[in-house]
């Protein structure tokens, strides 16, 4: 699977998935950020997981 700036992913360790057509509000993601470009520092905001430990939905 090819991930597009409008994949959805989620984290193998919780199930919380990440929709870039909704962001991160709670940790100031907006509406529209692709998951490749999420800091480097984000984590999930469920289990705190880093970007590593999520797939493409």
Same mark, same amino acid.
């Given at each position: 699977?090819?991930?597009?700036? !409008?994949? @959805? ?26 998951? !490749?470009? =999420?800091?480097?520092?984000?984590? %999930?905001?469920? %289990?705190?997981?880093? @970007?590593?430990?999520?797939?493409? =939905?």
């Amino acid at each position: 699977m090819t991930a597009t700036s !409008e994949t @959805k992913w989620v984290c193998t360790c919780c199930g919380y998935v990440y929709d870039p057509a909704t962001g991160d509000a709670s940790h100031g993601i907006p509406a529209g950020v692709p998951f !490749e470009k =999420l800091p480097d520092g984000w984590r %999930c905001p469920i %289990c705190y997981a880093a @970007k590593e430990a999520f797939d493409p =939905l």
